[in-house]
């Protein structure tokens, strides 16, 4: 009787990790450069003397949709898109070095280059960017140079500042993407730059994330947990029947 609740009850508690990841993947449908993560379910033996017999259900995030979202048109000077495979190299809330696909950039009050959501943009040395203060007819070209004209400079002079940090693995299974929604080396090194990776200025890539498909897989994983819990309410109900028989006997 044991092995019909071990089952179900590990099946019930993968439920909420699936939910999770699909939940996640739903919240972000809006949020530019998003990919979305891949969720997997598969039985798993017990490694154990004591309960060779027994096995449970494991949820998994095998890997992410690294496919290119709608790309949108801002015409504003600072949102840029990647164009093709590539990432945004970035410094993370602890210092770090990571990478996004989120190209809405802004300008702090100390001239610091930054993500709408904080992140220092970097250059292609791997430090912040810093830009004068009052700069004018901003423009970053598809390599990432960043240029513009100076408070009270020629309006002929465009001057070139920094460069972006573009970034491309060789391979996506050289990276993995943390609970923050940025990406970073599987083995803590950092990315080289990348001078085949071209942006598109004044745009913006939307989040990959379906969200019919995500609804849809929410409905499942809902009626999975049904399932298991029905499983559940059997075992229980076959046990208090045993218990009958026996006291009978």
Do not use: C
């Amino acid at each position: 009787m044991d092995k019909l609740l071990w089952v179900a009850m590990s099946g019930a508690k993968e439920n909420f990790h699936s939910l999770a990841v699909r939940s996640n993947n739903l919240a972000n449908s809006g949020t530019t450069g998003f990919k979305a993560d891949f969720e997997n379910s598969r039985a798993m033996s017990v490694f154990a003397d004591a309960y060779p017999t027994r096995a449970f259900a494991m949820t998994e995030r095998p890997g992410y949709n690294m496919d290119g979202g709608a790309i949108e048109t801002t015409d504003r000077e600072l949102d840029i898109a990647i164009d093709g495979d590539g990432f945004i190299a970035v410094n993370d809330k602890s210092g770090s070095e990571a990478y996004t696909r989120y190209g809405s950039l802004d300008i702090d009050v100390e001239g610091n280059l930054i993500t709408s959501n904080g992140l220092n943009v970097l250059n292609e040395d791997g430090e912040p960017i810093v830009l004068p203060a009052m700069l004018a007819d901003i423009t970053i070209s598809k390599d990432g140079v960043i240029s513009g004209r100076p408070q009270g400079g020629d309006s002929n002079v465009i001057e070139e500042y920094a460069r972006i940090k573009l970034v491309k693995p060789e391979n996506y299974k050289d990276i993995e993407k943390g609970y923050d929604g940025l990406f970073r080396r599987v083995d803590g090194t950092t990315l080289a730059q990348e001078n085949t990776v071209r942006v598109r200025n004044g745009m913006l890539e939307q989040s990959n994330v379906n969200p019919v498909e995500e609804l849809t897989n929410l409905i499942r994983i809902q009626r999975q947990y049904d399932a298991t819990v029905k499983l559940m309410e059997t075992a229980n109900q076959m046990d208090e029947r045993q218990n009958m028989i026996l006291t009978y006997e």
